[in-house]
């Protein structure tokens, strides 16, 4: 199965779906999201398929959402085509947090934004070198999503998360590895590799998986859900506000001054 902006494949037990807009930094469109989560409930489906992993085409992971279409015009339909839009990537971090096989993610490059956010809701997260996290939501006047503002402080701690979450603060795979974010760093010679020590990984009974993944998951499922509702009304609220369409008239002008 392929699409323009995701790829999705398959080769024995492992899915394999990756961002395939590097022209874009790989930014996620509205369309990828729902890629994805077709994906994801195709793969949670089907019993030959165990593991799915996510990852990025060229140098970069993801640069998170897409927002070069602009800010919707103001008027009296606004809310309603912001909630749409908010729709899809809060179905999005829904499906990622009742995936109830293994996610791993590959993050091959810099993450920003929600590319960043999300892998909180994955089992496992393994970085090439050239990896960074960053979450510049406050820097055009919104707040975080994808379930960070629950997941992140249990993960990262209390004082790296507000780093991340308040003040931007790029971390670099090293750190990300040190802290426990990132299970370990991988060379770029050796994905192959460790594609295939994950086909290996996925030749493990699947009901014992999905039993394990389900207990260890249990005790954080409705409040991670509650998370994301909260946050998605939010970002409703916020990318109507003034600050942040004011943010986005001022990265365009600065991108056009640097032409």
Known sequence: MSETEVIVLYEGPLQII?????????????????IIRNALKSAA???QIKITLVT????????GNDFSS???????????VV??????????IRALIDYPKILIALVNGPAIGIAVTMLGLFDLVYALKTATFQTPFTSIGISAEGC???TFPRSLGKSLAAKMLYFNYKMDSNEAKACGFVADIITEANVPEFINGLKRLAQLPLKSLIY??????????????YANTVEMENLV?????????TALLNNATKKKNKL
């Open 56 to 63: 990025g085409v060229g140098d970069y992971f993801s640069s």
């Open 237 to 245: 609220e916020l990318f109507q506000s003034e600050e942040f369409l």
């Open 45 to 47: 489906d089907n019993d």
């Open 18 to 34: 990756k961002f395939n807009r590097p022209a874009k930094k790989n930014a996620l469109s509205l369309k990828a999201y729902s």
């Open 212 to 225: 394990t993944k389900q207990m260890v998951r249990s005790h954080d499922v409705k409040s991670l859900h």
């Open 148 to 150: 960070s503002t629950y």
């Open 70 to 80: 602009g800010a919707p015009v103001v008027d009296e339909d606004t809310e309603m």
């Open 83 to 92: 909630r749409s839009a908010i729709g899809h990537v809060r179905e999005f």
